[in-house]
T-cell receptor
Framework: KAGVTQTPRYLIKTRGQQVTLSCSPI?????VSWYQQTPGQGLQFLFE???????NKGNFPGRFSGRQFSNSRSEMNVSTLELGDSALYLC?????????????FGSGTRLTVV | DQQVKQNSPSLSVQEGRISILNCDYT??????FLWYKKYPAEGPTFLIS?????DKNEDGRFTVFLNKSAKHLSLHIVPSQPGDSAVYFC?????????????FGTGTRLKVLA
């Protein structure tokens, strides 16, 4: 059973640019959640997609957006990058039901904004 | 508002001894807690969980204790091994309208000395 695949693993972008990150969940998982990890802040929830619909959203500015495709693959986009967006972005795949709490995380995409 | 807190950013323990990692929470609505372990350049991996109807859950060398009245949980690792050196996060699912997101602590970096 393949795990959660995130691409690319590393990215370097310049302030003001935009970036798109990709996540392929475990087969059969319909929920994809995105988290941002920064030193000292732990993991902060960005948003969750379930069956192509955004079902939950964290407290991030509108520059952060996402989408999910019919095959459950998800992308997140960050526009007008700022230095503070440098972080590890983690994708979590799950069944998406409250009777079964359980995430499987990908290895993340390390974004550096210069 | 940091609803889940890990007040010790780091901990060093001798191999073979007990490691105790602590986590406090403020939201009394949390009814489930999880511990994740994270190595550098990898995503978090699930370690152990506990429901609020229990006060202890054990899995091999790992035991989680929950004290609901104190809103405190702890992870015990006995005996500690060098391969346990990693960052440990406690997390609690926050449910909203049929879905959930994890609220994570900021993590404790455990170093097990050989």
């Amino acid at each position: 059973k393949a795990g959660v695949t995130q691409t690319p693993r590393y990215l370097i972008k310049t302030r003001g640019q935009q970036v798109t990150l990709s996540c392929s969940p475990i087969s059969g998982h319909r929920s994809v959640s995105w988290y941002q990890q920064t030193p000292g802040q732990g993991l902060q929830f960005l948003f969750e997609y379930f069956s192509e619909t955004q079902r939950n959203k964290g407290n991030f500015p509108g520059r952060f957006s996402g989408r999910q495709f019919s095959n459950s693959r998800s992308e997140m986009n960050v526009s007008t990058l700022e230095l503070g967006d440098s972080a590890l972005y983690l994708c979590a795949s799950s069944l998406g039901t409250v009777t079964n709490y359980g995430y499987t995380f990908g290895s993340g995409t390390r974004l550096t904004v210069v | 508002d940091q609803q889940v807190k890990q007040n010790s950013p780091s901990l060093s323990v001798q191999e073979g001894r007990i490691s105790i990692l602590n986590c406090d929470y403020t939201n009394s609505m949390f009814d489930y807690f999880l511990w994740y372990k994270k190595y550098p350049a990898e995503g978090p991996t699930f370690l152990i969980s506990i429901s609020s109807i229990k006060d202890k859950n054990e899995d091999g060398r790992f035991t989680v204790f929950l004290n609901k009245s104190a809103k405190h949980l702890s992870l015990h690792i006995v005996p500690s091994q060098p391969g346990d050196s990693a960052v440990y996060f406690c997390a609690a699912p926050l449910t909203t309208s049929g879905t959930y997101k994890y609220i994570f602590g900021t993590g404790t970096r455990l170093k097990v000395l050989a």
